[in-house]
């Protein structure tokens, strides 16, 4: 791999340029990535169309159930915990290759790809796809933590797509805002303040809308009973530049990652005018060469992750 001319055109790429003009009505003003910037998250209402939230909803009615199926391929892409009330699912990752191609719509749809041209530029590579949700019942807290943590001489974020409701007082997201612009001590939030994090705001989502945050602003849930399901589809951005400065992956991953565009870019197009969809600026020097066959392209491993700040103990 190391001698292929790919990863030497990508290694090549140099510096981030600046995102080239344009009229993209779902581009973000440069008052939204102000406030991205200063307060570390940013609330998009109805973001995302009914037909596609629609068909999202049932992708995600197939990927838990496949969860529960104990011939399932890979079963290490479900992830499940141990409850009080019993062992329960939580997560799924690496959606693109779960069968349903609602997935794919949804990172080729400009609502999307907009927010990661205007936040990490034309070379953004899609570097992270998951599905983590609570089961009606299931109110166990998600404990204050950091995403990533980083150099922070890039933008890395993540582009949050609820296709329920998260209401305040049953379990909503709190986010601290300022604070992605440090490491911070999570067991020492949570031992000194418990869920009254001086700061921190609870933040209602709507089916359909979307939360934009910084891998690095303090968030988590408090514990909930009698909470209804909650699914949220994670979309993590990086440029290409961040990567090849800060790992950690390496130019050959970068490539790979950036195969699933094209790929994506057509499966939105099935389902929109010519109109509705994405113009892909991405560097002559990072386009990738894609494959004939689609398939290849919808699961690229990580191999190795940019460590968070989690507190082990946890507040369950």
Same mark, same amino acid.
């Given at each position: ?10 290694? #090549? #790429? ?12 779902? #581009?973000?003003? =440069? +008052? ?33 159930? $496949? ?5 399932? =391929?890979? =079963? ?8 009080? @009330? ?8 690496? *959606? ?12 080729? @749809? ?7 041209? @205007? ?5 953004? /590579? ?8 609570? &089961?009606?019942?299931?109110?166990? =807290? ?6 990533? /943590? ?22 909503? *997201?709190? /986010? /601290?805002?300022? &604070? ?12 000194? !303040? ?7 705001? +609870? ?36 440029? #290409?530049? @961040? ?11 970068? $490539?790979?990652? *950036?195969?699933?565009?094209? %790929? ?6 099935? !389902? ?11 560097? $002559?020097?990072?386009?990738? %060469?894609?494959?004939? $066959? ?23």
């Amino acid at each position: 791999m190391t001698s292929s001319p790919v990863p030497a055109r990508v290694a #090549a #790429a140099g510096t981030p340029g600046s995102p080239s003009a344009s009229t993209d009505p779902w #581009a973000l003003t =440069p +008052e939204q990535v102000e406030f991205f910037d200063e307060h570390g998250y940013l609330v998009l209402r109805d973001r995302i169309d009914a037909g596609l939230l629609e068909r999202l909803r049932r992708a995600s009615e197939r990927w838990m159930a $496949d969860g529960l199926d104990p011939d399932r =391929p890979r =079963p290490g892409d479900w992830l499940f915990a141990d409850r009080p @009330s019993g062992r329960v699912m939580y997560r799924v990752d690496y *959606l693109h290759d779960k069968g349903e191609a609602a997935s794919l719509e949804l990172l080729g @749809s400009p609502r999307v790809l907009s927010i990661a041209e @205007s936040l990490a530029g034309p070379d953004f /590579v899609p570097t992270y796809e998951s599905m983590v949700f609570k &089961s009606a019942g299931d109110g166990a =807290p998600i404990p204050w933590h950091q995403d990533a /943590v980083h150099a922070r001489r890039h933008r890395i974020f993540n582009i949050d797509v609820y296709l329920d409701a998260s209401v305040a007082g049953e379990g909503a *997201l709190h /986010v /601290v805002p300022g &604070s992605q612009g440090r490491r911070t001590d999570a067991c020492g939030l949570a031992d000194q !303040h418990g869920w009254n994090l001086p700061g921190a705001v +609870e933040v209602e989502m709507r089916p359909g809308d979307v939360l934009v945050h910084d891998d690095m602003i303090v968030h988590g849930s408090p514990p909930a009973r009698g909470n209804a399901l909650r699914r949220t589809i994670y979309l993590e951005f990086r440029s #290409a530049h @961040s990567i090849l400065e800060d790992g950690p992956w390496s130019p050959e991953w970068v $490539d790979t990652r *950036l195969r699933l565009v094209p %790929v994506a870019l057509a499966e939105h197009a099935r !389902h929109s005018r010519p109109d509705e969809r994405f113009e892909w600026r991405v560097s $002559d020097l990072l386009r990738p %060469v894609t494959s004939t $066959d689609a398939e290849a392209e919808l699961r690229i491993v990580h191999g190795v992750h940019t460590p968070g700040e989690w507190c082990s103990a946890g507040t369950a």
